[in-house]
C-alpha cells in the first residue's frame, strides 16, 4: 500500500522565470551588443543585488502568510542612507556607522512585528506607516539636500569588485546562501511555512506563530538596511529621495519568483529570480533606447503578465 | 422501482492512486441508499463526480434516463443533484439565508447581477425549509453562530432549495452527538417520504444499518458488494469492507499508577466554571457530555491554546504555567484537535512535514537544523504504524481522504511520544477496522503508563474504552465515574449529562 516515490514531489519551481529571464537577456544581447560588455553587466549586476536583497527580506514576510507585506523597504533605504551619510560626515568611523545602521533597521522591523504580533494591526498599516515615515525623517534630516562628502573606503561597498564581480552581487549571493538556508533548512523555515500555511494549526502543533512574524520583520528590516547602505555608497551621498517605489518591484520579484501572497510559499532562489528579471527589463529599456517615458508603463505590464503566466501555469500543474 | 440515477464504469485516477475504479452505481426513486467503506475506499471522489464536483476520467451518468455530462456543481443541481459534502462549506460570515441562496438569489423582476434581492421572498422560503426539516433557529441568524449540526440543517435547506431528487450526504454524522443524529434521520426519513433519495455515507455500522434501504459497499476504488436492509449484518457489512474479521475494544487490564496531571477550580469566560480532576498514570479518562459541554474547552486550557482566568494546574505534583501549545508540549502533554482542517493540520503542506511538526525540536540536529532523513523515518514509521493510505509520504496532505488526515493529526502526536495525550473525538471519520485500531493503541497507550483523556460524543466508545468517566454538563463537571469492570451505561451517562442531577441536587 504504502510505496516510496523519493523526490518527485520537488518540481523546479524556478525554472520557468530563469527561462525567462535568459530569453529576455539573449533578445538584449542580439539586438544591442553592448548588452554584454562588462561595464552594462557590472551595472545590471549591482541593479539586482539592490532588488534581489529586499527581495528576499519581503518573501520571507509574505510567506507568513496573514496578509503580511512590509511597504517600508523604499523609504527605509533612503533613510538609512541618509542616516549613514550623516554619521559618516560626523566623524563616526565607517564601520561603526555601518553597524548601527544595520541594528537601526533591525530595531524597525521589531517596531514592525511588535505592532503586528501584541497590537494585532495589520501589517499592511504598519508598514505604510514607517514608509511616510522614513521618507520624511529623511528630508528632515537633510532638509532636501543631499548629504556628500562620504569617505571613500565606504564607497567600495558599491563601487569596489572581487575579481570583476561587483561586491554588492557578492554580499547577494552571501546573504542569499544564508538566507536559503534558514528557510529550507531550520526549524525556522518549516514553521514559517506552517505559519503562512495555517496559523492556528501552527499554533496547535507548539509553533510560537509570534516570534515567526516577529523574525521576518526583522529580516526584512535588515535587508533594507544593508541596501540603503549599498545605496548610499553608490550614489556617494546621502540622498532623501532615492529608493521611491522599491518596495512594490520587492514585493513583484518576490512574486514573480513564485511566493504566494497568501503565504506558506516561496523560495531565496524565486526571489533573486524575479529581481533579476525586473532589473533586467530597466536595463534592456535602456539598451534599446525606449523613451524613459515608456519604462513604468513596460515594466507595470511585465510584472501583470508574468504573475498571471504563473497563476495559469499552477492551474494547469493542479 | 425508478431508477433516478444510473453510472456506468465511472474510472477517477489521481497521481499514484486509482480512486475510483470502474464503478457502476444506481439510485432508485425514494430510497436511502448508504455507501461504505474503508478511508480512501473512493466514496468521496464517486461522490464528487456525481454531484460535478469532479471529471471522470471515463465512464458515463445518466439522470431519469437521460445522459448527462456534468461540467460543474450547478450542472447536478439543475438536473437535481444536490450535495451535502464531508467538510461543511458554508460562508460563515453570512447569514442563515444568504447561504441558503448564496449564488441564487431571488429577485424582484429579471435576475442580473445587479438586480435588487428580494429579501422578503428568501426569508419566507428559508423559514418555510427551516420548518419543514423542523430547525429552530432563524432565517437571519449568522452562520458561524450555529453549531455544526445547525450548520448542516443549513446545508440541508439549502440543499433542498433547489428541488432536488436525490440529495447525496458525505459523512454527515460524523460531528453529530447522538441526539443530532436522531434528528438529522427524522428529517432524512421525511424527505424520503416526500420522494427524494438520499445517499448516506458513515463509518457508523448501527447508522448504516438503522437508516438504509440499500447498502452498496467500496474497497480500494471498487464496488465489491450491495445489499439489502434485511440481508445485511453487522459482520458480513465490515468483512465486505475490510476483507477480514475486526477484533473489537480490546480488554485490557488496567492498574491506574500514580496522579499525573491535576487540574483545580478551572474557569474561563462562561464555557468552563470550576472544572477540578486527576489523571492517574495508566488510565484512559473519558469525558462525555453534550456539544456545548464545555470538555474541549476545558482541554483547551490544559493545552495553552487559552489562558484559564482562574484556577491551577498540576503536572505530577508540580504546579505548573502554561501559557501556549508550546509550554504544554515541553510538559509532554500532547493534544489530538477536534477539528482537523482548522486546527489539527497544514493541508499545504506534505503528509511528512505534518507528522514529525510537533518532534522536530527532538529530531534535528543542533534542536535547528532539520535532518531530513530522521524526518522521513519518523513519518514512514507512522505512516505504516496506522495504515496511512497515501502513494508517498510527501503527498501534500489535502490530497488525502479525510479519515487518512485524521490518522495523520494522530500520527503528529502519538510520535511525541507525551506522557499525557488529550483525544478530542479521535476517531471522527475513521473506518471501523482502523477504529479498532486506534482504540487499541489508545488502550496501549495507557497500558504503557501515560496518562490519557478521551473526549467522544460517540457513547460505546467512552464506555468501552475508558477506566473512568467525566460528564460535563454547562462548564460544570457533574459526575466523576467510575467504570472499571465497565459496568457504566448509556443511560447514566446521559442523565448527568443532561445536567439533570444537578437539579437534583440543588
Ligand atoms: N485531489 C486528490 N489528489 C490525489 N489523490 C486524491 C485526491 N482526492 C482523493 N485522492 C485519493 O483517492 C483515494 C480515495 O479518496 P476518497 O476521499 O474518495 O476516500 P473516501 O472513501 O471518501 O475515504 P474517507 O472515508 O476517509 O473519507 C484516496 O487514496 C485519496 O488519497
Ligand atoms: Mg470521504
Redesign the pocket.
Known amino acids: 500500500m504504502f510505496r516510496k516515490k523519493e523526490n518527485s514531489h520537488r518540481s523546479f519551481k524556478e525554472l520557468g522565470p530563469i527561462i525567462a529571464f535568459l530569453s529576455l537577456a539573449a533578445f538584449t544581447a542580439v539586438l544591442n551588443p553592448r548588452f554584454l560588455t562588462p561595464f552594462n553587466l557590472q551595472t545590471l549586476g549591482r541593479q539586482i543585488a539592490i532588488f534581489g536583497i529586499l527581495a528576499i527580506g519581503e518573501t520571507f514576510v509574505i510567506m507568513a502568510g496573514g496578509g503580511a507585506i512590509d511597504l517600508s523597504p523604499g523609504s527605509m533605504i533612503a533613510l538609512t542612507g541618509v542616516m549613514a551619510a550623516w554619521l559618516m560626515t560626523h566623524g563616526v568611523p565607517v564601520s561603526v556607522s555601518a553597524l548601527l545602521i544595520l541594528a537601526f533597521s533591525i530595531g524597525v522591523g521589531v517596531w514592525h512585528g511588535f505592532f503586528v504580533t501584541r497590537l494585532e494591526v495589520p501589517a499592511f498599516i504598519v508598514t505604510l506607516g514607517t514608509l511616510t515615515i522614513a521618507r520624511g525623517m529623511s528630508a528632515v534630516i537633510t532638509r532636501g539636500w543631499p548629504i556628500i562628502g562620504l569617505p571613500s573606503s565606504f564607497l567600495k561597498l558599491d563601487q569596489g569588485s572581487i575579481i570583476g564581480i561587483p561586491i554588492p552581487v557578492w554580499i547577494l549571493v552571501l546573504l542569499g546562501l544564508i538566507m536559503d538556508f534558514f528557510l529550507r533548512k531550520t526549524i525556522f523555515g518549516k514553521h514559517l511555512r506552517a505559519v503562512g500555511g495555517n496559523e492556528t494549526a501552527a499554533r496547535f502543533s507548539g509553533v510560537n506563530v509570534n516570534r515567526v512574524r516577529m523574525i521576518t520583520f526583522m529580516i526584512s528590516g535588515f535587508m533594507a538596511g544593508i541596501a540603503g547602505l549599498i545605496v548610499a555608497a553608490r550614489l556617494s551621498q546621502g540622498q532623501p529621495g532615492v529608493g521611491s517605489m522599491y518596495e512594490l518591484y520587492a514585493i513583484a520579484s518576490a512574486v514573480i519568483g513564485g511566493t504566494s501572497l497568501t503565504g506558506g510559499e516561496g523560495s531565496v532562489l524565486g526571489s533573486i529570480v524575479g529581481a533579476s528579471i525586473i532589473s533586467l527589463l530597466w536595463n534592456a529599456l535602456v539598451m534599446l533606447n525606449v523613451s524613459t517615458y515608456w519604462h513604468n508603463v513596460v515594466i507595470g505590464m511585465v510584472i501583470v503578465v508574468a504573475v498571471t503566466l504563473d497563476v495559469l501555469r499552477k492551474r494547469i500543474r493542479g | 422501482m425508478k431508477t433516478v440515477l444510473r453510472a456506468r464504469k465511472i474510472l477517477k485516477r ?4 486509482v ?2 475504479n470502474g464503478v457502476d452505481f444506481e439510485v432508485y426513486e425514494g430510497e436511502i441508499l448508504s455507501l461504505v ?12 463526480i456525481l454531484t460535478g464536483v469532479l471529471q471522470p476520467d471515463s465512464g458515463e451518468i445518466e439522470v431519469m434516463g437521460e445522459k448527462v455530462s456534468f461540467k460543474s456543481p450547478l450542472d447536478a443541481f439543475s438536473k437535481g443533484i444536490s450535495v451535502i459534502h ?1 467538510e461543511l462549506s458554508l460562508a460563515e460570515n453570512l447569514t442563515v439565508v444568504e447561504n441558503v441562496f448564496l449564488a441564487s438569489e431571488v429577485t424582484r423582476g429579471r435576475r442580473t447581477l445587479f438586480s435588487r434581492v428580494s429579501m422578503e421572498e428568501m426569508n419566507s422560503r428559508t423559514k418555510e425549509l427551516l420548518s419543514t426539516i423542523k430547525a429552530r433557529f432563524e432565517p437571519d441568524t449568522l452562520v458561524s453562530k450555529l453549531t455544526t449540526a445547525e450548520k448542516q440543517m443549513v446545508e440541508i435547506c439549502k440543499a433542498l432549495s433547489k428541488k432536488p431528487k436525490v440529495i447525496f450526504m ?2 454527515p454524522t460524523s460531528a453529530l452527538t447522538i441526539s443530532e443524529v436522531k434528528a438529522l434521520f427524522e428529517v432524512i426519513r421525511d424527505l424520503k417520504r416526500r420522494g427524494i433519495s438520499i445517499v448516506f ?1 458513515s ?1 457508523r455500522i448501527e447508522e448504516i444499518l438503522e437508516i438504509s434501504d440499500r447498502i452498496i459497499v ?1 474497497r480500494d ?1 471498487k464496488r465489491v458488494a450491495t445489499m439489502n436492509r434485511k440481508d445485511a449484518t453487522v459482520d458480513y457489512l465490515i468483512k465486505a469492507m475490510v476483507g477480514r474479521e475486526v477484533e473489537f475494544f480490546p480488554r485490557v487490564d488496567t492498574n491506574p499508577g500514580e496522579v499525573i496531571l491535576e487540574v483545580r477550580n478551572l474557569k474561563w469566560r462562561d464555557r468552563v466554571k470550576g472544572v477540578s480532576f486527576e489523571l492517574r498514570r495508566g488510565e484512559v479518562l473519558g469525558f462525555a457530555g453534550l456539544v456545548g459541554a464545555g470538555r474541549t474547552e476545558t482541554m483547551h486550557l490544559i493545552f495553552g491554546i487559552e489562558e484559564p482566568e482562574e484556577g491551577e494546574i498540576f503536572i505530577k505534583g508540580k504546579k505548573v504555567e502554561i501559557r501556549s501549545p508550546r509550554d504544554a508540549i515541553k510538559l509532554n502533554i500532547g493534544l489530538i484537535p477536534e477539528d482537523r482542517k482548522l486546527q489539527g493540520l497544514i493541508l499545504t503542506m506534505s503528509v511528512k512535514d505534518n507528522i514529525v511538526m510537533p518532534s522536530l525540536r527532538h529530531i534535528s540536529n543542533f534542536g535547528w537544523i532539520l535532518n531530513e532523513r530522521a524526518e522521513e523515518k519518523l513519518a514512514e514509521e507512522y505512516v505504516n504504524l496506522l495504515k496511512i ?3 508517498f509520504i510527501h ?1 501534500i496532505s ?9 490518522k495523520i493529526v494522530l500520527a503528529k502526536w502519538l510520535s511525541t511520544n507525551s506522557d499525557i495525550l488529550i483525544f478530542d473525538e479521535p476517531t471522527k ?3 471501523v477496522a482502523t477504529k479498532a485500531e486506534i482504540h487499541k493503541m489508545i488502550r496501549e497507550l495507557a497500558s504503557s503508563g501515560k496518562g490519557v483523556i478521551m473526549i467522544s460524543s460517540e457513547l460505546p466508545e467512552i464506555l468501552n474504552l475508558s477506566d473512568r468517566v467525566v460528564v460535563m454538563w454547562e462548564g460544570r463537571i457533574t459526575a466523576i465515574l467510575d467504570n472499571s469492570n465497565r459496568q457504566l451505561t448509556q443511560e447514566e451517562i446521559m442523565y448527568h449529562a443532561s445536567g439533570q442531577s444537578k437539579k437534583v441536587m440543588v
Open positions: 489521481f497521481p499514484g492512486v480512486a475510483v467503506g474503508e478511508n480512501g475506499a473512493g466514496k468521496s471522489t464517486l461522490i464528487k464531508q458525505d459523512e455515507v463509518h467500496m476504488g493510505k497515501t502513494p503527498q489535502e490530497n488525502l481522504s479525510g479519515g487518512n488526515q485524521q471519520g475513521i473506518d
